[in-house]
């Protein structure tokens, strides 16, 4: 590979190229608010890191942004890994206590956040980031912390950045190359322990690449950000992508809820947007069931193939006129989509797209490509253009083994940890996913669930608990559900939405009301059961009375509930 190619693989060549051919063309800002044009964010972006280089920041230096979406965030990241930086994006979510970890591991000097971050850098003490920059303009000067405003920082660096074009003096940023590290992210999964990944320029260049051939979409296409830019299948699909095809990006700035959701849309109508499974789920639970539910008319006609399908498509255009009337696509991904909405989805002939990855693959190794009539209802589609996937030691019964995958879209590896990095990537690049997958003949990937949640009955048989889940959460009044085992026996805690409760529950006490939640609870355990086989039968069903702790992409910390002392 030459040289050029070297660098055309780094996001500091792809922001190059696309500001060039798009410069006019509106880039990222805020929904609602006039957006930077491509040009004045290469502006920006070059007057960021001729700043930071200004301050004393170089290449390999670790650099933390802790903040919620915002087009600063963006230049934040783009301005210093343009010095050869390297990125540290926390989730806005995480603990005190883990911001600590993180910032202390890293050895921060500088980061970015916001007011509602800050309070987490207080008692750092000695360990806390010299330079603290507020993406929001939050002001703080006192004993414990002094904060430097965005807009101060980029007035100043502007002004400098433009005198030194002006004088033809461009700054001489350091080389950077595509192996060089752009990223280290701190995962937050269901089994407990928290890596460091580092990602390279190639690594996250290389999967937003080939993106593009998954969908037919152009410059001036309008992408609504809604999941934290921190997680990589938001940066890799919902920033790097729409920067390489010239579209523009809008934050949404808010939690987004159906309500918040529907306005966004409505104003934005965007032809983008990735979203995970929970956002959908509960737009189909609170929009569309209550629609068939609340009319015994529409219940019988639902009963039937025919006029349920032609139901779901009248639903399908109003779901379509919810996002804005404009979407050619939804990506899904993050979690696993109940089958049941996705049974709607094909139905509604809403575009969807699924896509399954992990952090350490920046982050997709499966997905579409979109309109591909031979993508089994199930299944997460086709390995990504030039992603390998195999099923390690596969059962030879059912073909579900490991899934693994290797690809220039490859983590280099885990922070610190030559361990856990050995044990995770094999000597010929095979990344093992930790999730349990079969191929069919089609050579569509089906995820089963993670290796470590398989259920081992005492009869010998393997017991999958998510797709038990799914046939449980699928009832309108559940929230979310765990199954676990138990002395032999599978038992599912259940967290009921308390808002469909309090509906069916109207003018009765409270002594009424737990005794209507027990037999629904168990009316549904029986029903749940003629579904299931034998090995597999629910033996208790139990109600939970808080959410389940769960990850950035609101998967449950399953690892937090081993033991029922710790559920109940």
């Known amino acids: 590979m030459t040289d050029d190619a070297r660098v055309g693989m780094t996001l500091n060549y792809l922001v190059d190229v696309s500001c060039e051919k798009h410069g006019d063309l509106g880039a990222i800002g805020m929904a609602g608010e006039t957006p930077l044009t491509y040009r004045q964010l290469y502006e920006r972006i070059c007057a960021m890191a001729n700043q930071l280089l200004a301050d004393g920041a170089g290449k390999g230096d670790h650099i933390a942004i802790l903040a919620s979406n915002s087009h600063h965030w963006a230049v934040a990241y783009l301005g210093l890994v343009r010095i050869g930086a390297v990125a540290v994006p926390i989730l806005p979510d995480l603990p005190e206590a883990d911001v600590h970890h993180i910032l202390t591991e890293m050895k921060v000097k ?127 699909a919902g920033f790097i992508l729409p920067l390489i095809i010239g579209a523009r990006i809008a934050y949404a700035g808010k939690t987004p809820t159906p309500a918040i959701l529907q306005n966004l849309c409505g104003h934005e109508k965007p032809h983008m947007m990735f979203a995970v499974p929970l956002v959908l789920e509960k737009i189909y639970k609170k929009r569309v069931l209550p629609k068939v539910e609340k009319s015994t008319v529409m219940r019988l006609l639902y009963k039937t193939n025919f006029t349920r399908r032609y139901i779901n498509r009248k639903i399908g255009a109003k779901l379509k006129e919810f996002f804005g009337g404009n979407l050619l696509m939804m990506g899904i991904g993050g979690a696993a989509l109940n089958p049941e909405v996705e049974q709607f989805l094909v139905e509604a002939k809403f575009p969807y797209l699924i896509g399954y990855g992990l952090t350490e693959a920046s982050p997709l190794i499966a997905g579409g490509p979109f309109g591909d009539p031979t993508i089994a209802l199930g299944s997460v589609g086709k390995p990504i253009p030039g992603v390998q996937v195999k099923i390690d030691e596969p059962d030879p019964r059912t073909g579900v083994g490991e899934i693994l995958a290797r690809g220039p879209n490859i983590m280099r590896g885990y922070y610190n940890d030559e361990e856990a990095t050995a044990e995770t990537i094999t000597a010929d690049g095979w990344l093992s996913t930790g999730d349990l997958g079969v191929v069919d003949k089609s050579g569509n990937l089906h995820v089963k669930g993670r290796c470590k949640n398989v259920i081992v009955m005492s ?12 046939k449980i959460n699928s009832y309108q009044w559940v929230a979310e559900s765990l199954v676990l085992e138990n002395n032999g026996r599978l038992d599912a805690w259940i967290y009921p939405d308390y808002e469909v409760i309090d509906e069916l529950t109207a003018g009765q006490t409270e002594s009424q009301r737990r005794v209507f939640l027990h037999e629904l609870l168990e009316t549904m355990r029986h029903e749940i059961n003629t579904q299931l086989a034998v090995t597999s039968k629910l033996a208790k069903v139990f109600e939970r009375r808080e959410p389940f702790i769960k990850t950035a992409t609101h998967k449950i910390k399953r690892y937090l509930y081993d033991g029922h002392a710790k559920i109940s």
Not at 174 to 186: G, T
Not at 193 to 222: C, E
Not at 459 to 470: A, F, R
Request: hydrophobic content about 35%; proline content about 6%.
């Open 110 to 236: 500088t980061i970015f956040t916001t007011a509602q971050q800050i309070e987490k850098l207080y008692e750092m003490g000695e360990d806390r980031p010299e330079r603290i920059i507020t993406l929001d303009d939050h002001a703080e000067s006192g004993e414990v912390l002094t904060t430097i405003s965005f807009s101060a920082y980029m007035e100043t660096a502007l002004a400098a950045y433009r005198e030194r074009i002006e004088q033809e003096n461009p700054p001489d940023f350091p080389e950077v190359a595509e192996d060089d590290l752009a990223s280290i992210l701190y995962t937050s999964g269901t089994s407990g322990f928290s890596k460091a990944v580092m990602l390279t320029h190639k690594n996250l260049t290389a999967n937003a690449y080939a993106l593009p051939t998954l969908m037919d979409i152009g410059p001036g296409s309008v992408f609504l950000s809604i999941l934290p830019m921190s997680h990589t299948y938001e940066f890799t």
């Open 459 to 470: 009869s010998g048989e393997n017991v999958y608990p998510e797709p038990i889940e799914h």
